[in-house]
């Protein structure tokens, strides 16, 4: 977003244009010759609309969204998560400043840097808007800031720009920006403790490699894994899976292999239970349901003889599991409407309803799998509840 429309974006005509074309389909929006600004309206009626659900506080409010900015920022339900709580916090990584909103309803004083003086302006006229007073927006590169200030905070967060400048996406922490293994000296000097945001691409072992005495927590979203967060405060090793929602698991780093399961029986179990993401990011499939289910994979499904209780995932009923049939599931449901599962198995969804002959429906439920190099379908219990199942 340029200066230029920011400042449009900050005009009356132009909010209430905003204002009245909210809920219209934003190609009509950016046609229509009647709207000031057509394009630059339309993007805003786009991203708010978007914003409902990523970011309510911001849709309420009606704050300025560049697309950019928009993509990167971590929900507001994922911002509220993370633990970090004190007097004084220090973020490195403003961007939009949805991480900065919810440090302020956990600390008395928060100073949020952004080196971009537009998405600076941007950050600090929503947080006006949100009520957050206590959040200063300081335009700064955390370099800059970092080598010129003399203050401690209780803790340093960030969430590195994980976008080269020509879009590629970037995992290795010193290709992000700003790089925080080259200025790890400088953040422990300003603060004892950092939280580091990182994306759910990030190997959890280089992760507890690079900060041996941290919490290592991947956090998922209606089943997809969002982010894998660093708590380097001296607090650990220990690694943590959560499905927000849908409780967490919290373990130390693994000291000896897990116990294998015995051979596959498939007249032998009741239930399916399909293992949040989290789990399988943290590698803690098998460790967290040990003792309540047989896990073949850290990527595939759970079989137990009881419904699984505390562990993020969601439990479903079995009818009866036999092996992977493509020609006689094609001559039973060919032409049905089938949901499928599946995990740890060869075939794409489109490629199983292709074999069989079925479409997306909810005629009946299956799922798919592979345990011991041979491939299985379980038929799920049509009247049996799906449940989700909180740590």
Same mark, same amino acid.
Request: net charge positive; proline share 7%.
């Given at each position: 977003m340029t200066r230029e429309e920011f400042d449009t974006l900050c005009r009356d005509d132009v909010r209430r244009a905003v204002?009245?074309?909210l809920g219209r389909d934003p190609l009509a929006v950016a046609l229509d010759r009647r709207t000031p600004h057509a394009a630059l309206v339309a993007t805003q009626v786009k991203y708010l609309e978007r914003a409902r659900t990523k970011l309510p506080s911001y849709y309420a409010?009606?704050?300025?969204l560049?697309?950019?900015?928009f993509e990167q920022a971590s929900s507001e339900a994922c911002a509220a998560h993370k633990e970090p709580a004190g007097d004084t916090a220090l973020d490195l990584t403003c961007g939009l400043g949805v991480d900065a909103l919810a440090l302020g309803r956990?600390?008395?004083?928060v100073v949020a840097l952004?080196?971009?003086p537009v998405l600076a302006a941007v950050a600090a006229r929503n947080l006006r808007l949100l009520g957050a007073a206590n959040v200063e927006v300081v335009c700064a590169s955390a370099e800059e800031y970092l080598a010129a200030t003399t203050e401690r905070f209780d803790w340093v967060a960030a969430d590195p720009d994980r976008r080269s400048r020509t879009g590629r996406k970037l995992v290795r922490l010193e290709e992000c920006s700003p790089d925080i293994l080259r200025l790890l000296p400088a953040v422990r000097r300003v603060g004892a403790r950092l939280c580091l945001k990182n994306s759910p691409l990030f190997d959890v072992d280089e992760a507890l490699r690079l900060f041996p005495t941290a919490r290592i927590e991947a956090v998922s979203v209606h089943g997809e894994c969002k982010e894998l967060l660093v708590y380097d405060d001296g607090t650990g090793p220990l690694l943590r899976a959560t499905a927000l929602g849908g409780g967490s698991v919290t373990l130390p780093p693994a000291t000896a292999p897990t116990p294998p399961p015995p051979p596959f029986d498939p007249t032998a179990y009741a239930y399916l239970f399909l293992p949040d993401v989290a789990l399988q990011k943290m590698r803690l499939v098998r460790r967290a349901l040990e003792?309540?289910?047989d896990v073949w994979s850290e990527n595939g499904f759970a079989f137990a003889h009881r419904p699984? $209780? %505390?562990v993020p995932g969601r439990t479903l009923a079995i009818g009866a599991i036999g092996p992977f049939d493509a020609k006689a599931l094609r001559r039973e449901l060919r032409g049905e409407g089938i949901e499928i599962f599946k995990r740890d198995f060869p075939l794409t969804p489109e490629e199983i309803h292709a074999r069989t002959g079925t479409h997306a429906g909810s005629r009946q439920r299956l799922a798919f799998t592979r345990i011991g190099g041979k491939l299985w379908t379980i038929r799920l219990a049509a009247e049996a509840p799906e449940t989700e199942? $909180? %740590?």
């Open positions: 204002e009245e074309n409010a009606r704050c300025i560049p697309p950019r900015a956990r600390f008395r004083r952004e080196r971009d003792g309540r289910a699984v $209780e %505390g199942r $909180e %740590g």
